[in-house]
C-alpha cells in the first residue's frame, strides 16, 4: 500500500471513523515486501517525580505520568513496545523511582528504559541497575536494530569531584542552567562497545538509537548537548538509515545530519521553551524547529505530551499526543531526506504564538 | 481571541439594544435578525406541547421559566417521564455560547433547537413532519410565521421554526445581579461582605475564574471550552474495549441519542464529539448566572446543592476527599485547600450571580 502522507492521513482518518477505533494509531505498512516489520511503538519521557516528604510526591508531575499512560492504554492497535526516554526521577531518589515505577506499572506493556541524568547522579545509576534496566544495551525487533545508550555521563574529574554529599552532585545537574554543570559524554567505554554492537548489523538495516541527552549539540548553556556528539555519529555514518530518538528538552525539535535524523520526545513533566528566547549573545544554533505553540498556561498538561511512532519509511515517524493543544506528526520527508512536520512544516500554515499581558 | 473575533464580527451583528449590566452586546448571526414578531412566534413555538410524541412536552418543560429556564431535576424528563443522562442547562444567556449543548456538538441556538423533537427520551417525533403540518395548518401560527417571515405553508421549513425558538431564546439574558452592580455598577453595598470574601476566592484561590471568566466590563462565566472536572468518573469507559463500545454507539444511533440513552455514552463527554484524547469525560464550562436557581448542579445532576459543588472542587474534583483522583483529570482540577469559611464564603458569592427579574417572584 503504497501513497503519500496527505492521503495516507486522509484514508486512515476515514478509517477510523470506519471502524470506531477512538484515536488514529494505524498500523502501517513497512512496505509489502516486508510485513513482518509492520509496527509501532509508543514514547514517554522525562516524568520528573518528585518527592516533597514522605508519601507526598508533586502532584503535577504525577498527573502528567498518569494522563499519559491512561491514554497510552487505549492505544489500538497495541504497540509492540513501549521505550521510557529517561528522568523518571527528579532527583534519582529511590522513592522517586518506586513511585515512578509504580505508576508506569499501569501501562499494558513490555517498557524499554532509557537512563537520565535525573535518574544517575545521586548512586551513578545502581538503583537504576538493580531494579529497572542496564544503562546501555541493544536489541533487534522485527528488522530494525535498536540501541539504548546512556549519554548523560559526563567526564571523571566532575563525576568524582570532592563532593561534600552525592545529592550536591544531584544537584548540580538537575539545574537547566547551571554554569557549574559539566557536559554530557557518551564516553570511550561505550563508544567501544557501540562499535563492537554495530560490525554485526547489516549497513542495509534500519537503526534507532535511543538516549536521553541529544546525540547532537544543540545549546550547551543549557546541556542540550553531548561532547562527544560527532564521535558517536561517525560510528553510525555507515548505516543507510539512522534514527535518534531523545528526551531532555521538553520540546519538539528535528533535525538531519548527514545519514542520521534526530527528533525529540516531549515531557509528560513540563515543558522547557527553546533556548533561543534566552540568548543574549548572536549565537549559531542550528535550525531545528518549529516552536511550541504554547496555547494557555492555565492548563498545566499544555506543551507536555508523549508520542506513538512508525517505521514504515525506516525512519522514525513520530505522532505527537499533546494535551490541550493540536497533536502533530514529524515524519521523515523520502523527497527532501529529513523529517518534517507534516501540517506546520510551511511558515504560513504555521499558528502564530500568542502575545501574553 | 483574536481570530474569534475576526469570526464574530464576520459572521454576527451586532444588535442595537443595550444589554443589562454585565453583559456583552448580544451576538445576532446575520441570517437571523432579531424582530418582535419572530420572538412572539418563538415563545410561542417554545412552549407549544403538541411537538412531543404524547402531546405533554413543549421545550418549556425542561426549559422551565419558574425554575429559572431549567427543570430542578438531577436530568430531564421527557415523554412518559423518560430520563436523559444530562442536567437540563439554563436557557438564560445561552444566546451567547459559542456552542450548545453539554457537549457542544451543536454550534447554534438555531441548530439546537431542532434535537430535542426528535429525541426518543426527549420529545419523540418520528420526524419534524408533525411540527411543520401544524404550523402550516394551525390559522394563529399561519398568521405569525406570515408576519415573522412572510411565510406561508411549504415555504415553512424547520429553518424559519428553529430561527424562531433562537430569537426567542436571544431575548432570555439576564444580568444586573448584585455582582454585576457591586463590580460593574461601582455600588459597594450591592453584595454582602460574605459574598465579596468569595469573589475574592473565585479570582484568587479557588481558581475558579480559570474557566469562569470574568473580564473588565462584562462576565459570562464561562470560557467557552470543555473541561474533564471529575464528575461522574465513575461511569467512564475503563478500558479500550468500553470506549470503542460507546464510540461505536455514538456512530450508529447519532450522537444526540447515543448520549441521552446511555450513562456510559454520555460520560465520553466532548470526545463524542471531537474524539481527541483531551477531551474524553470533557464537558463545557456552564455559566455561573443564576446559579443558585438552577439545582442540582453538573453535566450530570449528580450535585444538589452549591455547598457540595464547591467541596466538590476544595477536593479537586471528587466528592469525598478519599476518592481516587481520575486519570484524565483535567489539569486545571486540583486540591484548593479551603477552609470551611472560605467554601462558605464562595457558596454566598455564586448566590449573588442571581438577576433580579427571577428574585423578585
Known amino acids: 500500500m503504497k501513497m503519500d502522507r496527505r492521503t495516507f492521513l486522509k484514508t486512515t482518518g476515514a478509517a477510523v471513523t470506519a471502524s470506531a477505533l477512538p484515536i488514529s494509531l494505524i498500523k502501517v505498512a513497512f512496505g509489502a515486501k516486508n510485513p513482518a516489520k509492520d509496527f509501532t511503538f509508543a514514547y514517554i519521557s522525562d516524568a520528573h517525580i518528585q518527592q516533597i516528604e514522605g508519601s507526598k510526591f508533586v502532584r503535577n508531575w504525577d498527573m502528567g505520568l498518569i494522563r499519559t499512560i491512561q491514554e497510552a492504554n487505549l492505544l489500538t492497535p497495541r504497540p509492540d513496545f513501549f521505550f521510557f526516554g529517561g528522568d523518571l526521577a527528579q532527583l534519582g531518589k529511590k522513592e522517586e523511582l518506586d513511585h515512578g515505577l509504580e505508576i508506569m506499572s499501569r501501562l499494558r506493556g513490555k517498557v524499554y528504559y532509557v537512563i537520565g541524568e535525573h535518574d544517575y547522579y545521586l548512586d551513578l545509576g545502581k538503583y537504576w541497575e538493580s531494579k529497572i534496566s542496564p544503562l546501555w544495551y541493544s536489541f533487534d525487533h522485527k528488522g530494525i536494530h535498536f540501541i539504548v545508550l546512556n549519554s548523560i555521563l559526563t567526564y571523571d574529574k566532575w563525576t568524582h569531584k570532592n563532593w561534600a554529599d552525592p545529592m550536591d552532585r544531584m544537584l548540580a545537574m538537575a539545574r537547566l542552567d547551571n554554569p557549574e554543570g559539566s557536559p554530557f559524554l557518551v564516553g570511550e567505554k561505550q563508544r567501544e562497545w557501540l562499535k563492537k554492537d554495530l560490525e554485526k548489523v547489516d549497513k542495509s538495516i534500519p537503526i534507532v538509537v535511543c538516549s536521553h541527552s541529544p546525540l547532537q549539540k544543540i545549546y550547551k548553556g543549557w546541556n542540550f548537548w553531548t561532547d562527544d556528539a560527532e564521535s558517536v555519529q561517525a560510528l553510525l555514518k555507515p548505516f543507510k538509515k539512522v534514527s535518534v530518538i531523545y528526551g531532555h528538552v521538553h520540546q519538539i525539535q528535528y533535525n538531519q545530519i548527514g545519514n542520521i535524523s534526530f527528533q525529540a520526545v516531549m515531557a509528560t513533566a513540563w515543558p522547557w521553551p527553546y533556548p533561543k528566547s534566552y540568548v543574549q549573545a548572536p549565537s549559531h544554533l542550528p535550525k531545528l524547529t518549529v516552536p511550541m505553540n504554547r496555547a494557555d498556561p492555565f492548563f498545566e498538561r499544555d506543551a507536555t505530551g508523549w508520542q506513538f511512532i512508525d517505521l514504515r519509511t525506516g525512519n522514525v515517524d513520530m505522532h505527537y499526543q499533546l494535551p490541550d493543544n493540536k497533536n502533530r506528526s514529524v515524519v521523515f520527508n523520502t523527497k527532501t531526506g529529513r523529517p518534517q512536520d507534516v501540517k506546520y512544516q510551511n511558515v504560513g500554515s504555521r499558528i502564530p504564538p500568542q502575545n501574553h499581558y | ?361
Request: with cysteine; charged share 25%; proline share 7%.
Open chain 2, 1 to 361: 481571541m483574536l481570530r474569534l473575533g475576526v469570526i464574530a464580527a464576520t459572521l454576527v451583528t451586532c444588535v442595537a439594544f443595550a444589554a443589562p449590566l454585565g453583559l456583552p452586546p448580544m451576538p445576532i448571526p446575520a441570517n437571523n435578525p432579531i424582530t418582535p414578531d419572530k420572538v412572539k412566534l418563538g415563545d410561542k413555538l417554545f412552549h407549544d406541547k403538541r411537538f412531543s410524541s404524547t402531546g405533554e412536552v413543549s421545550c418549556a418543560t425542561c426549559h422551565d421559566r419558574e425554575k429559572g429556564f431549567a427543570d430542578g431535576l438531577p436530568v430531564s424528563e421527557g415523554i412518559n417521564k423518560l430520563t436523559g443522562t444530562r442536567n437540563a442547562p439554563t436557557v438564560i444567556n445561552a444566546a451567547y455560547l459559542h456552542s450548545q449543548f453539554w457537549d457542544g456538538r451543536e454550534p447554534t441556538l438555531e441548530s439546537q433547537s431542532t434535537q430535542p423533537f426528535l429525541n426518543p427520551v426527549e420529545m419523540a417525533l418520528p420526524s419534524h413532519e408533525p411540527i411543520l403540518k401544524i404550523v402550516r395548518t394551525d390559522p394563529e401560527y399561519m398568521d405569525l410565521f406570515k408576519k415573522a417571515f412572510g411565510k406561508t405553508g411549504n415555504r415553512i421549513t424547520m429553518t424559519e421554526v428553529s430561527q424562531a425558538i433562537a430569537s426567542f431564546e436571544r431575548t432570555l439574558v439576564a444580568g444586573n445581579s448584585p455582582f454585576d452592580r457591586y463590580f460593574y455598577g461601582g455600588d459597594k453595598k450591592a453584595m454582602s461582605p460574605a459574598a465579596i470574601r468569595g469573589l475574592d476566592i473565585f479570582l484568587n484561590q479557588g481558581r475558579c475564574v480559570s474557566c469562569h471568566v470574568i473580564e473588565q466590563t462584562q462576565a459570562l462565566f464561562t470560557d467557552n471550552r470543555f473541561h474533564m472536572i471529575g464528575a461522574a468518573a465513575q461511569q467512564m469507559p475503563k478500558d479500550l474495549d468500553e470506549l470503542t463500545a460507546a464510540v461505536e454507539d455514538v456512530k450508529k444511533k447519532g450522537t444526540d441519542i447515543a448520549v441521552l440513552s446511555n450513562a456510559k455514552t454520555s460520560s465520553l463527554g466532548r470526545f463524542a464529539v471531537t474524539r481527541d484524547l483531551t477531551d474524553i469525560g470533557a464537558f463545557k464550562t456552564p455559566t455561573l448566572r443564576n446559579i443558585d436557581l438552577t439545582a442540582p448542579y453538573l453535566h450530570d445532576g449528580s450535585l444538589k446543592t452549591l455547598e457540595e459543588v464547591v467541596l466538590f472542587y476544595n477536593n479537586g474534583g471528587r466528592v469525598k476527599e478519599t476518592d481516587p483522583v481520575p486519570e484524565l483529570l483535567s489539569g486545571g482540577i486540583r486540591p484548593l485547600n479551603l477552609s470551611k469559611e472560605q467554601e462558605a464564603d464562595l457558596v454566598e458569592f455564586l448566590k449573588a450571580l442571581t438577576s433580579p427579574e427571577f428574585t423578585q417572584k
